[in-house]
């Protein structure tokens, strides 16, 4: 009887990459929440690339300030459910990753 409950094993025990990925979301929660402000420098710069100063330095603002509040609240998430494996959510994972990249959010296939 007693080596019957030892030949269940949980999915965690079973699966060696689990405590990896439950570290790096940990990890990307709370990078997340201290850099999400740096969103806007971020989208300033890539907006006033893509158009112009002008519009850069005002629908960059704005678009920045979005963009900080949802990587916060990914971050959030993330922290607060980093045991649970899900995919990325957000794209780039860090903010300080790919800069001249317009962050996106949705899952990827």
């Known amino acids: 009887m007693s080596f019957s409950f030892l030949s269940f094993s949980l999915p965690v025990a079973a699966n060696p990459t689990y405590g990896a990925n439950a570290g790096r979301k940990l ?5 997340n929440i201290t850099t999400g402000w740096l969103e806007i420098p971020k989208s300033v710069m890539n907006t006033s690339h893509d158009d112009n ?3 850069g330095i005002i629908w960059g603002f704005i678009k920045g300030i979005g963009n900080a509040i949802g990587r916060t609240l990914v ?4 922290l ?5 494996p899900t ?3 957000i794209h ?3 903010v ?3 800069l001249d990249q317009d962050t996106s959010y949705g899952l990827r296939p």
């Open 53 to 55: 100063i002008i519009i």
């Open 27 to 31: 990890g990307s929660g709370i990078i």
């Open 80 to 84: 607060t459910t980093f045991f649970i």
């Open 92 to 94: 780039p994972r860090y």
């Open 75 to 78: 971050g959030v998430g993330e």
């Open 87 to 89: 995919p990325d959510f």
């Open 96 to 98: 300080f990753q790919n």
